[in-house]
């Protein structure tokens, strides 16, 4: 069993910056990619970003790409997102995931084995 726990959500303005944590306990595979989703309210849950243990390879949505940055420190076991530049539409509950299986960026929810509780990221115009 895997646990997710994110931390690093608050309020912040338009043009700011905030970095999202999210440790990893139990049986973790090296192999796994982990990924940060976002749900605003009444939409659905999106990937935003998505990182690969093993390789360290990347992948970003498209509108934050040039402002959001994700990485992995494997020896303390988390996975961050570094945000920058803001917007008040990026205000949404982040969660981090994780899945044993399948392509680097996979945005179907279902294929994701593991959830944090999410943690909640407000911009203020």
């Known amino acids: 069993q895997v646990q997710l726990v994110e931390s690093g959500g608050g309020l912040v303005q338009a043009g700011g910056s905030l970095r999202l944590s999210c440790a990893v306990s139990?049986?973790?595979?090296?192999?796994?990619?982990t990924a940060w989703f976002r749900q605003a309210p009444g939409k659905e849950r999106d990937l935003v970003a998505a990182?690969?243990?093993?390789?360290?390879?990347?992948y970003y949505q498209d509108n934050v790409k040039g402002r959001f940055t994700i990485d992995s420190d494997n020896a303390a076991n988390t996975v961050s997102l570094q945000m920058n530049s803001l917007r008040p539409e990026d205000t949404a509950v982040y969660y981090c995931?994780?899945?044993?299986?399948?392509?680097?960026?996979?945005?179907?929810?279902?294929?994701?084995?593991?959830w944090g509780q999410g943690t909640q990221v407000t911009v203020s115009s």
């Open positions: 139990g049986r973790a595979n090296s192999r796994y990619s």
């Open positions: 990182i690969k243990w093993d390789t360290g390879s990347t």
């Open positions: 995931a994780a899945a044993r299986y399948g392509p680097l960026g996979r945005r179907d929810v279902g294929g994701y084995d593991y």
